[in-house]
């Protein structure tokens, strides 16, 4: 199985702040990495395809970049809706997996 | 636009079989286009990937689930279903349904349901 290890696991940030969460694979998954974000009591939402492609409707202050092993989703300007938890997940092979998460705080 | 809505029992004994359907509105589990699959998360594991289905009956399952899981699909019902036998307190969690891009396998699970809550307790 490939192995996803977010970094890091709890952020406290501002309101405006730049953030940049890591997601690294035990194995090359080209760019078969997909982001969300998910609120408690709600399900996943997915933000980021294909490593770097913004799903529809998804702010333009989330990108995400990488290839291979490494990756990252940053938040260029962070609003009070983004403090959340954020995934990783890798499409490239089965079985899917995950990262074990980053929880965003707000400072 | 495409909903997905799980249902079944909340509370299943252990060494029982749990059963969960999702049912698709605002669009036809027979696109060629997508998938369809099963996720769950708990607190300790995260988000783990049970398995996915074409509307055709091709299977993908977690080989750490695989002699466990059966996921079918009824395409007359718009519906397709997770099936997990010899339950035990590890597979309590929040199960989602979720659709797939097809085309293109690099996209992640673009529709969730809302999630269902099942415990596993006697």
């Known amino acids: 199985d490939i192995q996803l290890t977010q970094s890091p696991s709890f952020l406290s940030a501002s309101v405006g702040d730049r953030v940049t969460i890591t997601c690294r694979a035990s194995?090359?998954?080209?760019?078969?990495l997909a982001w969300y974000q998910q609120k408690p009591g709600k399900a996943p939402k997915l933000l980021i395809n294909?490593?770097?492609t913004l799903q529809g409707g998804v702010p333009s202050r989330f990108s995400g970049s990488g290839s291979g092993t490494g990756f990252t989703l940053t938040i260029s300007s962070l609003q009070p809706e983004d403090f959340a938890a954020y995934y990783c997940?890798?499409?490239?092979?089965?079985?899917?997996?995950f990262g074990q998460g980053t929880k965003l705080e707000i400072k | 636009q495409l909903q997905l809505q799980e249902s079944g029992p909340g509370l299943v004994k252990p060494s029982e079989t749990l059963s969960l359907t999702c049912t698709v509105s605002g669009g036809s589990i027979s696109s060629k286009s997508y998938y369809w699959g099963w996720i769950r998360q708990t607190p300790g594991k995260g988000l783990e990937w049970i398995g996915t289905i074409y509307y055709s009956g091709t299977t993908y399952y977690n080989p750490s689930l695989k002699s466990r899981v059966t996921i079918s699909v009824d395409t007359s019902k718009n519906q397709f279903s997770l099936r997990l036998s010899s339950v035990t307190a590890a597979d309590s969690a929040v199960y989602f349904c979720?659709?797939?891009?097809?085309?293109?396998?690099?996209?992640?699970?673009?529709?969730w349901g809302q999630g269902t809550t099942v415990t596993v307790s006697s």
């Open positions: 294909a490593a770097s």
């Open positions: 979720v659709r797939r891009d097809y085309y293109d396998s690099r996209n992640g699970m673009d529709v």
């Open positions: 194995q090359g998954i080209s760019s078969s």
């Open positions: 997940q890798q499409l490239y092979s089965y079985p899917l997996t």
